[in-house]
């Protein structure tokens, strides 16, 4: 059942819908980029090969796929508690730089607490959609329309870039343990 007003399903709260599952996304993508260092590892070539990877040239490569990835999760968590997380530099130019990106990632959504979210449903949350534009939405909003849509691609995309050089994943690695 969900909640006229917001679209929202009623006995879920925000925290929950965004915590919980950006989380989980950042570990399966640690998770997968962990199998691309062992493929690179058993195949006897450089790892910074996957990352500097793309699926096709006007795409952003795997190490940028990573970065926006984990940028997303962590602004979106903080402007969903009326903060602005602090920046991280894009800057990793191995799988293990990635991966600690991520690892620092989770430490920062693992700093919020269900109080600081919820009851941020309706906050207007103004963002940077491209060059001098930005579009505003409510919390609701931004977090099912925008911000788990893009971590999505983004972590999907990242995957679809392994996959592409031959690292032996699927699904399940994708999803993660139920």
Known sequence: RADEASGAPMDLTLYQACVPPLRRALTNLIHVLE???????????????????RL???????????????DLARRGVARLAGLEAPPMADNEASLEALIERLQQSIAYLDSFNAEQIDGGE????????????TITMAGWPFLSDFVLPNVYFHTTTAYAILRHNGVVIGKRDFLGAP
């Open 122 to 133: 309706e906050r207007p949350i103004t963002v940077p959609i491209g060059r001098n534009e």
């Open 56 to 70: 096709y040239p006007d795409m952003f490569p795997l190490a940028r796929q990573v970065q926006i990835a984990s």
């Open 35 to 53: 199998k691309g260092q062992t493929h690179a590892q058993v195949q006897g070539f450089d790892s910074t090969v996957l990352v500097t990877s």
